[in-house]
Every structure is written in structure tokens, then in C-alpha cells.
């Protein structure tokens, strides 16, 4: 889905728990949150700080060239 939307000229990024599989895929962008559980990719339930701040590193990735399958882990302490 993610290449069919970027082939229409809309970026996207994934936001990923299982980073071996979609590695496979070779997302053209894609974070991983290390350390969060699955089920929680943007964080815990209730958690608006840590789920906004996910987001945004998600928008952040967005304007960014990267190479298919590179996946970047990013940190949120507060998760």
C-alpha cells in the first residue's frame, strides 16, 4: 500500500514493531520506537504525549531521501 500511495507522488512513512519483516518490504521511509510492545506502535493507550510525539517523528521523516529499507529507530523515553 505504502509504494502504491508513494507511486502517486504522496510520501509516506511507516511506523514499525516488527523491524525484521519490514525490512523485507523495503519501506521507502520507516521508524521503528524502540522498545515498544506490539499492539502499541504509538504508544501506550492514553499516552497523547508519547503518541504525538511519534507523529511527529513519523512528519519528520517525510521530507527526508532515504534508502528503501532503511529503517530508523528512534527513542521516546517517556513511553
Known amino acids: 500500500m505504502q509504494r502504491g ?3 502517486q ?3 509516506t512513512t511507516l511506523i514499525t514493531l516488527d523491524v525484521e519483516q519490514s525490512g523485507l518490504m523495503r519501506p ?3 521508524i ?3 522498545g515498544f510492545e506490539f499492539g502499541h506502535s ?3 493507550p ?3 504525549e508519547t503518541q ?3 507523529l511527529e517523528a513519523a512528519l519528520f521523516e517525510l521530507p527526508e531521501r532515504q534508502e ?3 529503517i530508523h529507530e528512534a527513542h521516546f523515553p517517556t513511553y
Do not use: F, M, S, T
Request: proline share 17%.
Open 28 to 30: 521507502p521511509r520507516a
Open 42 to 44: 504509538l504508544g501506550k
Open 52 to 54: 504525538r510525539k511519534v
Open 46 to 48: 492514553n499516552d497523547k
Open 68 to 70: 528503501p529499507g532503511n
Open 9 to 11: 507522488g504522496i510520501p
Open 32 to 34: 521503528h520506537p524502540k
Open 5 to 7: 500511495i508513494e507511486a
